[in-house]
């Protein structure tokens, strides 16, 4: 079955930090999605990745960055954690881009 | 880019069908319809997908009219297990200059009761 692992499912952290939130697939998929899931706002994307090095900005890229060095793992970066960006964090990934997405449990992130 | 709009929720009793619709004014032509489902903690779970017409699975009917400007899903003798919220996502297929085309919707959440 399908596996979709996030590292962490709660996270606090201080305005001004550094953050990292790693998502993990096993199943050899091309392409890999984080969102950021806000109460009334539903799912927006932050960035997507299509293939090792390749990254393309979502609907909501700024004060995020992300890395894909390996196929399997992506990362996203918030850069200098601000409150604003206290949220849940869901990775997903899929085969081809038009195909359905499997999604991690997420990442409840608190910045203080 | 499409913009989705949903009903924020709605409530059923188990055993009927429930019908929650999409609407997708400014669809393109490489664009797809998704719905998933989600429960608390948890993330999205694919339901159903479709481009055109009426696609049918074991769990869910998706109904897309020909101007593609909405999209039904049909829940058929829903149950107490079935509420969660339910999203769709309008995307483009293509592989690059697409993932950055992902539209969900707000979501409606379902509220299925004896």
């Known amino acids: 079955d399908v596996k979709v692992t996030q590292s962490s499912r709660y996270l606090v952290k201080r305005t001004g930090e550094k953050v990292f939130l790693e998502c993990v697939q096993d199943m050899d998929h091309e392409n890999m999605f984080w969102y950021r899931q806000d109460p009334g706002l539903g799912l927006r994307l932050i960035y997507f990745?299509?293939?090792?090095?390749?990254?393309e900005k979502g609907d909501i890229p700024e004060g995020y960055s992300v890395s894909r060095e390996k196929k399997e793992r992506f990362s996203l970066i918030l850069e200098s954690a601000s409150t604003n960006q206290t949220s849940m964090y869901l990775c997903a990934s899929s085969r081809q881009i038009d195909q359905p997405q499997h999604f991690g449990d997420g990442t409840r992130l608190s910045i203080l | 880019l499409a913009k989705t709009t949903q009903p924020i929720s709605m409530d059923s009793y188990e055993g009927q069908e429930v019908n929650i619709t999409c609407s997708h004014n400014n669809i393109a032509t490489n664009d797809y319809i998704t719905w998933y489902q989600q429960f608390p903690s948890q993330g999205p779970r694919f339901i159903i997908q479709g481009y055109k017409t009426k696609v049918t699975n074991e769990v869910a009917s998706l109904f897309i009219p020909a101007d593609r400007k909405s999209s039904t899903l049909s829940l058929p003798r829903v149950s107490l297990s079935d509420t969660a919220v339910y999203y769709c996502?309008?995307?483009?297929?293509?592989?690059?200059?697409?993932?950055?085309?992902?539209?969900f919707g707000t979501g409606t959440q379902l509220k299925v009761e004896l």
């Open positions: 990745s299509y293939d090792v090095k390749m990254k």
């Open positions: 996502l309008v995307g483009d297929k293509r592989r690059t200059g697409g993932g950055n085309k992902l539209t």
